[in-house]
């Protein structure tokens, strides 16, 4: 089975980029729709984009739309993310899915990750 592992986190100024990934420490996510989460403190855990295999539809929420990018290849899954918000402050988790609907929807994944703290300083 495939166990998501992102790295890529960090603290950053706001108007700043970091770049997020995801990779599996089991099998490859061939396959597997995948998708990033981000859960700030006090907050749910929410929906930030998701993606099929190379070439398919990618999905975003309407917060990050235009700044942040969802990207894979055979072994990982990137999120790059430019023109940082303070409001972008969370942990972001990957997540493998078999099924992709509804894509935005946590009960839809079947393995996450640990997740890597994202902080943005005003």
């Known amino acids: 089975q495939v166990q998501p592992v992102e790295s890529g986190g960090g603290l950053v100024q706001a108007g700043g980029s970091l770049r997020l990934s995801c990779t599996s420490s089991?099998?490859?996510?061939?396959?597997?729709?995948m998708g990033w989460f981000r859960q700030a403190p006090g907050k749910e855990r929410e929906f930030v984009a998701a993606r099929g295999w190379i070439g398919s539809t990618v999905y975003y929420a309407d917060s990050v739309k235009g700044r942040f990018t969802i990207s894979r290849d055979y072994a990982n899954v990137h999120l790059q993310m430019n023109s940082l918000k303070p409001e972008d402050t969370a942990v972001y988790y990957c997540a493998a899915a078999r099924s992709s609907s509804p894509v935005t929807a946590t009960a839809a994944y079947d393995y996450w990750g640990q997740g890597t703290q994202v902080t943005v300083s005003s």
């Open positions: 089991g099998q490859p996510f061939v396959g597997y729709f």
